[in-house]
């Protein structure tokens, strides 16, 4: 007789949870990354080699057999050799996940990722497995070890980080950002450029646009919707800013290019 094995949890257990902020398969011509140190995890993979990720001293290359994950507050860079089709994942490990440890890892290349690339799916089922995709890839990575925190950013600059991802534009003044930090303006304004290499006011822009462009291009959010959420005045605020950072692309020309079909 075989015999079974039955886990008893003390209590309900839950399902570990993952936000994706992101994710896209493009071709690539050049590879600018403006500000690298954000705090949500990278997946980078790439269909042949051409391109490579400098952290510090080391340097990873991006290959077709191969994912590379870099951890949230990371400093990197990224060099393209040639043109290559590319695809990339933002995402973020919330509440149930164990701690990550916090260094960039290089995994096997799962089948499921070009699955996702080749396949005609439904949204449901594309959502579907682009969660099975980085659970499966999770479930391989070491745990942090206690004491191990994430890379060289002060703290206090990691807490801000988070928050200017989720908060509207009116509550993230340099003064408000500073209280939150527990720091004088000054002082908060100085460390958040020596350590992020812009000032605290051209971040956050570059935060709201982009989460602007996610807003317009995955949901039906109305514009004025998106104003309001943002923490925008009004619509028109919202349109003239978005329309000076994209070019004179106004937010429902966005939309449009964004949704046309490849």
Not at 159 to 167: G, H, R, V
Not at 186 to 214: C, D, N, T, W
């Amino acid at each position: 007789m075989i015999p079974a094995f039955i886990y008893h949890s003390q209590s309900m257990s839950r399902a570990p949870e993952l936000k994706i902020y992101q994710w896209q398969y493009l071709r690539l011509d050049e590879w600018r990354v403006d500000f690298p140190i954000r705090p949500f995890w990278r997946l980078y993979w790439n269909e042949t080699p051409g391109a490579r990720i400098v952290c510090g001293d080391r340097e990873v290359e991006l290959a077709p057999d191969h994912v590379v994950l870099i951890p949230p507050f990371t400093s990197y860079q990224a060099v393209l050799e040639r043109p290559l089709n590319h695809f990339y994942v933002h995402f973020r490990p919330e509440a149930n996940f164990p701690r990550l440890a916090p260094q960039v890892a290089i995994q096997p290349t799962p089948p499921l990722l070009r699955h996702i690339i080749d396949g005609e799916h439904s949204q449901k089922h594309l959502e579907l497995c682009m969660f099975a995709l980085l659970l499966g890839i999770l479930a391989d990575m070491p745990e942090a070890t206690d004491g191990e925190s994430g890379g060289a950013i002060d703290f206090r600059i990691q807490k801000i980080l988070e928050m200017i991802d989720t908060l509207p534009r009116n509550a993230c003044g340099n003064g408000s950002l500073a209280r939150a930090a527990n720091m004088a303006t000054s002082s908060f304004q100085h460390l958040f450029q020596k350590q992020i290499g812009v000032p605290p006011q051209q971040y956050v822009m570059r935060i709201l646009m982009e989460r602007a462009g996610l807003l317009l291009s995955s949901t039906d959010l109305s514009i004025p919707e998106i104003a309001e959420r943002l923490g925008f005045a009004n619509r028109y605020h919202f349109t003239v800013v978005f329309t000076r950072w994209h070019e004179m692309t106004s937010p429902a020309a966005y939309r449009r290019k964004s949704r046309a079909p490849k």
